[in-house]
């Protein structure tokens, strides 16, 4: 599902890049996304370029990058290794951190997973390479049928018993037991206990056609608006809630307080080891191709 928002007024064309029109930008209508990218999209970063912005699921934002569509997405880090070539890993404007990993929900405590139907966000979704690196080595007899849907509709979906279990990101881990469902198990405990790295979730990537002094400046723009929104939170307020889905405002912020965090501001090294060590395990599973170690290198 997209919902278009009113674009920015145009930037002034700096000599670097002469960029004239909004950038068409897609990310989801979650808090840690509104709060992160609210300076930006409303036009209070300086020299920041103007965002033509649509709100989308992460399914929808794979897809859109796979096809080459818009200019700056926020997709998984699970679906980077097939657009790459096309499109560049921003070192800023995502989701990583710790304890912050998708949960795997059922209707009962301790059931048995094997052979069990489980409804995904996406299967080209970090939260499922997470789900079947743990899969892998906590369920030998392997799960059942994938169900694909929007990531909103998945704990309704355990609870009325159209589907065993769920994967879950986001704020579900703060509501889920409003639906009367358990926890089977922590996808990013399990990551963080094997590996010791952190969890990463979402990428902000932009095309590469681009050129490299419009993705630096992009790059720039991310991380600028990353801390007005720290600087003075209440002013992201308004633009958060009016996408957060009902949400209850004391969510929202446990959502940002989650989500947006040091990595958002900058990868730096943790960061690009755990999302390197992420896509490297995967492929070693067959899950997603073997990436170029320079797949990941920023302009």
């Not at 674009?7 to 700096?14: I, K, L, Q, S, V």
Request: charge should be negative; include cysteine; aromatic fraction near 8%.
């Amino acid at each position: 599902m997209t919902a278009p928002t009113e674009p920015t007024e145009p930037a002034e064309p700096t000599e670097a890049t002469g960029l004239t029109e909004p950038l068409k930008i897609a990310y989801s209508p979650c808090p840690n996304d509104t709060f992160a990218f609210d300076a930006w999209a409303h036009g209070r970063v300086p020299r920041a370029p103007a965002l033509d912005v649509t709100f989308a699921d992460i399914d929808i934002t794979n897809g859109m990058a796979e096809r080459g569509e818009f200019d700056i997405l926020k997709v998984s880090y699970a679906v980077l290794p097939y657009v790459l070539d096309e499109w560049a890993l921003l070192p800023c404007g995502g989701a990583l951190g710790r304890g912050c990993g998708p949960l795997v929900l059922t209707r009962e405590p301790g059931m048995d997973f094997t052979g069990r139907t489980v409804a995904v966000p996406s299967e080209r979704s970090t939260a499922y390479l997470l789900f079947r690196l743990w899969a892998a080595d906590t369920v030998p007899g392997g799960v059942g049928e994938i169900v694909v849907m929007p990531f909103h509709e998945i704990m309704p979906a355990v609870r009325d018993g159209k589907v065993d279990a769920g994967l879950v990101i986001h704020e579900a881990r703060f509501t889920y037991q409003n639906y009367g469902l358990h926890k089977l198990a922590d996808m990013g405990e399990h990551w963080e206990l094997t590996t010791g790295l952190p969890i990463p979730l979402g990428a902000i990537i932009a095309k590469r056609s681009l050129g490299e002094p419009t993705l630096r400046l992009l790059a720039e723009s991310a991380r600028a608006s990353v801390r007005a929104a720290w600087d003075d939170p209440e002013v992201s307020r308004p633009y958060v809630m009016a996408h957060a889905q009902e949400m209850d405002a004391s969510v929202a912020d446990q959502h940002i307080g989650l989500y947006v965090n040091e990595f958002t501001a900058d990868l730096g090294e943790d960061g690009y080891a755990a999302i390197r060590g992420l896509l490297t395990r995967a492929a070693a599973e067959g899950l997603v191709p073997a990436l170029a170690p320079e797949a990941l290198a920023f302009p």
